[in-house]
Structure formats: structure tokens, C-alpha cells
């Protein structure tokens, strides 16, 4: 203290009682940020150690984290000291949900108190949280009431939620007494492929049950060793035996729809029961009004099933571009929805594309006289008509319904190299859509520079590719007369990732008397049972030439579809299976 001699010493008290008053303020102000600095990290203990009951503090500040995690953010502010106590504000915000887009924030009032030369913050719950002091709390969300349902085009339950009861298994458990309670329920389930499911050596899901497959099994399944059951709430088809790809769109619509409009609650557990300590309430959410069409759809998959290859169908009203069906059987389930996104080569069935490209050209009219022999070698490439037919020279509605690869391979290679890839856009094909509920990819007709890709092109072959989507698009435009906007959701269709040239006024109309020749006198007479339909057959050869995929597009009113088989070999079973559905949905 030398350097104070000769201050009087009343002064000397003085400087030392400041400098003491200013140590206890840096003490206490250290102890405040210690404390939500250790909470910001989620650091129970440390937070905990500067409390005045830190093991009360410390469990229940564990108890905070593990239930509404660590992503959060304290800030001290307002402190107010009076010799040995002081108070101040705590101010939180809480971030909840995969985003973290959900905010809690408040602001609370705590005590602290000196303990010794130190500070300690006196422990009350409710200083770290509103309700913590009353119980345990816990963060939910609130799913909006009532839950939103998709329906049909007529108002029926398309989807709705239902309880389902998630079945797993773990190593060890009995395959053969699983499997043989599973087996009759789902028939691809055995012992074998149970064990196969669990060779990693972890548990798995072995089935999804809904709750009255469950209930006459329930018992026996839950007393098996290592089957545990979970049940969840699902959106499933209201008629099991709808298998659609399209439902997977709009129930991802559906949740997006209802997590927009959910509310939040954070609860407290106290010894009354749950008590909202914060939240907010869900929103009101409408019905989804999907435009397919239960029985359209029905008689689709029923059509399908019978084929032992990958097969789809598509169905569009042309008039609004709303989607009525769209359907798979269970190999095309196998390899995803091929219905909506599957490329192939369309084969016969482009050659819609090909006569609409050489009449806007100028090359022909239907009655032009164009040679459909057998064979041909068009610029190097020898294409053969199907068993190699000839027809001589006929007029080209002739040799558009009895499908002459040789007469399309010669008027592809005289249009210009985009020719066919313009006249596609106009008909949709091309072009991608971005809709509410549903992902589709129409197809791809790249640019031919050469002779010998035209007339590949020409004929649905080489790069050219097209969904059954993007068939069924060709089809409702050229029943149209311009593209449809494709729309599964009412008031909601979808937008074009580009506007191609509109197609020119006749062209359609050209093309349809056409597609009627095909079926009152060409590939389809199969169909020529059926009133006013329009179509075109197609074989798409692949794997060298050496396997064919089967397609059919067709018109009739207000309905345009298109039928993919997968390895077909030719167009008949697409012909059967569209047969099939239309006499069932006429």
C-alpha cells in the first residue's frame, strides 16, 4: 500500500470499498455469463455448478436437454445488484423440428445471491424455463384436427390415415414361427427370406401390418422373443387394393400441406397432468381433391396384373389434362414408378410424332401415294417392316395404320435435324412438367444430325425415349389439339418448363383420322369392337434387336391412355390390356 501513504484515511476506505464493490460486480457478472454460456452448450453440469443446488440442478437440466435437445440460446441481461443479491432476466429461444424452423421464446426472471468471494444463481427451475418448475417438459407437434383426406374426382376416400403396426424382428428370433404367422398375410415372406433380411445382424422391419391384418396375430406375435411391435399413423389408399405410383405424390403433398399448417406445444408433466407451458395452435387444412378416378383406376390395375412383365397405363382427359389413372403391376412396382418416369423407345407409336412432323413440312398429305416395301435401305440403315410386310405404294393413311417402318424412315431423314424434336414439343413430348402431387419426366427427342439417326428417330428407335406419361400426353394433345396442362390435383396444373410452337390448326385432326384407320383397319382391329376409339401399336426393339417392349396409345371422346409392357415382344398385350380397361371403364 506504500503507494497510497500520506492519503487521509478516510479516502484509503473509500478507494477500497469502490475497488471491492467493483471485484463483486465482475464476479457476479461472470458467474451470470458462466451460466448461460454452459447452457447454450447443452453443458448440464457446468450450468448446474454455479446453482446453490447443483445435483437438483444437474438432473433436471439433463432431464431439459433429452427432451427438447440442446439448440438453444440464453442471453442475461437486466441485472440489478443490491449488496449480496442481485436479479436479472434470462431471455431463451428454443429451435425445434428437422429444420429448426419452430421458435420458443421467453423470457424469465432469476436471483442470485454471494457466496463468499463468489456468486451462486439460487436455483429455481422456472429461472431456465416457464412450467419447468411444475414438471418434466416435453416439445410435440399438433397435427391439424380434422386431418386433411384426398378424394377422388367423385368425392370418394382416395387416402386417408390409418394405424398401422410396424413388425421387427432381431437376431435370434424364431423365423419359422414369424414366417408362418406373417405368410398368410404376405406370401412372400418366409423363413428363408427372414433370415436373409436379418444376415447383417441387425433388426429390420420384416412387415407393415394394417390393424386388421394385425389384430387376429397380435398375441402370437407380440409373445415371440425379439419381435417388437410398433404402431404409427399412416396415410394409405382407403381401397387396399389400389396400388398406384401417383398416391406416393399426393401423399407427399399431403404432408407437406398438413407440416405447413401443424401447430407446436411445449408441455409441461405436472401433477395434474399435462399442462401447455408454450405453442402454437395448428392451422385449418383442406381436403386434397385428386383428379384420379377409383374405378378408372380399378379396372387399370386390374387390366395389368395379368402380365408377367413390367406393364403401365396411363389415362388423361384431354379437355382439363387431369390424370384419371395411372397404374402398374407389381414387376413395374419392383423397379419404381415407371409409369410416370420410365424412358423407353416409344417404337410404332412415335410415328404419331413422325406423320404430324411431315405433313406441318409439307412433304405429304394422308392421301399422298408413299411406297411401303418390305425392306429398305435408307442411308445406310436397313430397316424391315414387322416380318417384313409390303404393301407397295399406298396412300400414307395406309401406311400409317398398318405401322410401315420403311415409309416413316424415309419421310424422318428428309426432315431437318430438329424437325422431329419440334414436332414432339408440340405434342408435349419433351417438354417436363412441375405439378402439385406427382413427378413425371414426358421423354427425350434429341436433335438428329444425320441422315441414319432421322430415320432411327423416325420409328421411335435410337436415342428417342418416352414414358407412358408422356405417351398418354401425345395422345390427349392430339385428341385436344393443343397440350393439356397435366394435373392430378384440381386447380392445380402443371407448368411447363418450356411453351413449344402450338401445333398447327388441322394437323390433329389429320392425325386422329388416321389413328381411326388404325383400328378399323390396321394393327389395332383388335379393338374395333370398342366405339370410336383412335389408336396406334408399337414395338420397340432393344438389347440388339433382340427383345421388343409392346405399347399402344389411344383416343376415345374425352379419354386419351397409352399401355407400356416391358419385354412384350410385340404390341398384342398392350392391345389386350388397353382392350381391357376400356371395356371396363366404358
Same mark, same amino acid.
Request: glycine share 10%; hydrophobic share 45%.
Given at each position: 500500500m506504500g503507494s497510497l501513504r500520506g492519503f487521509p484515511a478516510v479516502l484509503l476506505t473509500l478507494v477500497l470499498v469502490l475497488a471491492g464493490c467493483a471485484d463483486a460486480e465482475d464476479r457476479l457478472n461472470t458467474t451470470l455469463a458462466g451460466?448461460?454460456?454452459? $447452457?447454450?452448450?447443452?453443458?448440464?453440469?457446468?450450468?448446474?455448478a454455479l446453482t446453490s443446488e447443483q445435483a437438483a440442478a444437474t438432473g433436471t437440466l439433463d432431464g431439459l436437454y433429452a427432451s427438447l435437445g440442446t439448440d438453444v440460446r440464453f442471453e442475461v441481461s437486466q441485472v440489478r445488484r443490491e449488496e449480496d443479491a442481485a436479479t436479472f432476466t434470462l431471455a431463451a429461444t428454443w429451435r425445434f423440428g428437422p429444420e429448426k424452423q419452430t421458435e420458443w421464446a421467453y423470457t424469465t426472471e432469476g436471483t442470485a445471491a454471494a457466496d463468499g468471494d463468489d456468486w451462486k444463481i439460487r436455483w429455481n427451475p422456472a429461472t431456465v424455463a416457464p412450467g419447468?418448475?411444475?414438471?418434466?417438459?416435453?416439445?410435440?407437434?399438433?397435427?391439424?384436427?380434422?386431418?386433411? %383426406?384426398?378424394?377422388? %374426382?367423385?368425392?370418394?376416400?382416395?387416402?386417408?390415415?390409418?394405424?398401422?403396426?410396424?413388425?421387427?424382428?432381431?437376431?435370434?428370433?424364431?423365423?419359422?414361427?414369424?414366417?408362418?404367422?406373417?405368410?398368410? +398375410?404376405?406370401?412372400?415372406?418366409?423363413?428363408?427370406?427372414?433370415?436373409?433380411?436379418?444376415?447383417?445382424?441387425?433388426?429390420?422391419?420384416?412387415?407393415? $401390418?394394417?390393424?386388421?391384418?394385425?389384430?387376429?396375430? %397380435?398375441?402370437?406375435?407380440?409373445?415371440?422373443?425379439?419381435?417388437?411391435?410398433?404402431?404409427?399413423? %399412416?396415410?394409405?389408399?382407403?381401397?387396399? =387394393?389400389?396400388?398406384?405410383? =401417383?398416391?406416393?405424390?399426393?401423399?407427399?403433398?399431403?404432408?407437406?400441406?398438413?407440416?405447413?399448417?401443424?401447430?407446436?406445444?411445449?408441455?409441461?408433466?405436472?401433477?395434474?397432468?399435462?399442462?401447455?407451458?408454450?405453442?402454437?395452435?395448428?392451422?385449418?387444412?383442406?381436403?386434397?381433391a385428386a383428379t384420379l378416378d377409383i374405378g378408372m383406376q380399378l379396372a387399370a390395375e386390374a387390366a395389368?396384373?395379368?402380365?408377367?412383365?413390367?406393364? =403401365?397405363?396411363?389415362?388423361?382427359?384431354?379437355?382439363?389434362?387431369?390424370?384419371?389413372?395411372?397404374?402398374?403391376?407389381?414387376?413395374?412396382?419392383?423397379?419404381?414408378?415407371?409409369?410416370?418416369?420410365?424412358?423407353?423407345?416409344?417404337?410404332?407409336?412415335?410415328?404419331?410424332?413422325?406423320?404430324?412432323?411431315? $405433313?406441318?413440312?409439307?412433304?405429304?398429305?394422308?392421301?399422298?401415294?408413299?411406297?411401303?416395301?418390305?425392306?429398305?435401305? +435408307?442411308?445406310?440403315?436397313? +430397316?424391315?417392316?414387322d416380318d417384313n410386310f409390303a404393301l407397295g405404294d399406298v396412300p400414307l393413311h395406309t401406311a400409317f395404320a398398318r405401322s410401315?417402318? !420403311?415409309?416413316?424412315?424415309?419421310?424422318?431423314?428428309?426432315?431437318?435435324?430438329?424437325?422431329?424434336?419440334?414436332?414432339?414439343?408440340?405434342?408435349?413430348?419433351?417438354?417436363?412438367?412441375?405439378?402439385?402431387?406427382? !413427378?413425371?419426366v414426358t421423354g427425350s427427342v434429341p436433335i438428329a444430325d444425320s441422315p441414319? $439417326?432421322?430415320?432411327?428417330?423416325? +420409328?421411335?428407335?435410337?436415342?428417342?425415349?418416352?414414358?407412358?406419361f408422356g405417351m398418354a400426353l401425345v395422345a390427349a394433345t392430339l385428341a385436344r389439339g393443343s397440350v393439356p396442362a397435366p394435373t392430378i390435383v384440381a386447380g392445380a396444373p402443371g407448368v411447363a418448363d418450356r411453351t413449344p410452337e402450338p401445333l398447327p390448326g388441322g394437323v390433329d385432326e389429320q392425325v386422329r383420322a388416321m389413328m381411326r384407320e388404325t383400328v378399323t383397319g390396321g394393327t389395332a382391329t383388335a379393338l374395333q369392337d370398342i366405339p370410336d376409339l383412335l389408336g396406334k401399336t408399337g414395338t420397340a426393339e432393344y438389347i440388339d434387336d433382340t427383345h421388343a417392349h409392346g405399347w399402344f396409345v389411344g383416343i376415345r371422346g374425352d379419354l386419351a391412355?397409352?399401355?407400356?409392357?416391358?419385354?412384350?415382344?410385340?404390341?398384342?398385350?398392350?392391345?389386350?390390356?388397353?382392350?381391357?380397361?376400356?371395356?371396363?371403364s366404358a
Open positions: 451460466f448461460a454460456e454452459a $447452457l447454450n452448450r447443452g453443458d448440464a453440469a457446468a450450468a448446474a419447468l418448475a411444475a414438471g418434466a417438459l416435453s416439445y410435440s407437434t399438433l397435427a391439424p384436427q380434422p386431418a386433411a %383426406r384426398v378424394l377422388d %374426382r367423385t368425392g370418394a376416400d382416395l387416402l386417408t390415415q390409418h394405424i398401422v403396426t410396424l413388425v421387427d424382428i432381431a437376431p435370434g428370433v424364431d423365423v419359422n414361427a414369424v414366417a408362418a404367422l406373417l405368410n398368410p +398375410i404376405a406370401p412372400t415372406i418366409t423363413a428363408d427370406s427372414l433370415a436373409g433380411q436379418l444376415a447383417a445382424g441387425r433388426p429390420v422391419t420384416a412387415v407393415t $401390418l394394417r390393424e386388421e391384418d394385425l389384430t387376429p396375430i %397380435r398375441e402370437q406375435l407380440a409373445a415371440q422373443p425379439d419381435v417388437t411391435l410398433r404402431p404409427q399413423t %399412416r396415410l394409405l389408399a382407403t381401397d387396399r =387394393a389400389l396400388t398406384s405410383p =401417383a398416391l406416393a405424390g399426393l401423399s407427399d403433398l399431403w404432408q407437406q400441406r398438413t407440416d405447413a399448417a401443424a401447430g407446436w406445444a411445449v408441455t409441461a408433466d405436472t401433477a395434474s397432468g399435462p399442462r401447455r407451458v408454450g405453442g402454437q395452435d395448428a392451422e385449418p387444412v383442406g381436403d386434397i395389368l396384373a395379368p402380365l408377367v412383365t413390367p406393364a =403401365a397405363l396411363v389415362a388423361i382427359q384431354p379437355s382439363t389434362g387431369e390424370l384419371l389413372a395411372v397404374a402398374q403391376n407389381a414387376p413395374a412396382d419392383a423397379q419404381g414408378p415407371i409409369a410416370l418416369t420410365g424412358l423407353y423407345p416409344p417404337g410404332s407409336t412415335f410415328k404419331t410424332v413422325t406423320v404430324s412432323a411431315a $405433313l406441318q413440312a409439307g412433304q405429304v398429305t394422308p392421301d399422298s401415294i408413299v411406297g411401303c416395301p418390305g425392306t429398305e435401305n +435408307i442411308e445406310g440403315r436397313q +430397316i424391315p417392316n410401315c417402318n !420403311t415409309t416413316m424412315g424415309r419421310l424422318a431423314v428428309n426432315l431437318p435435324p430438329d424437325g422431329l424434336t419440334e414436332a414432339a414439343a408440340q405434342l408435349g413430348l419433351g417438354i417436363d412438367y412441375v405439378a402439385p402431387g406427382m !413427378t413425371t441414319a $439417326l432421322r430415320v432411327e428417330a423416325g +420409328i421411335g428407335q435410337g436415342k428417342v425415349t418416352a414414358s407412358p391412355l397409352a399401355v407400356f409392357v416391358s419385354d412384350a415382344g410385340s404390341s398384342a398385350p398392350a392391345v389386350d390390356a388397353a382392350g381391357g380397361f376400356l371395356r371396363a
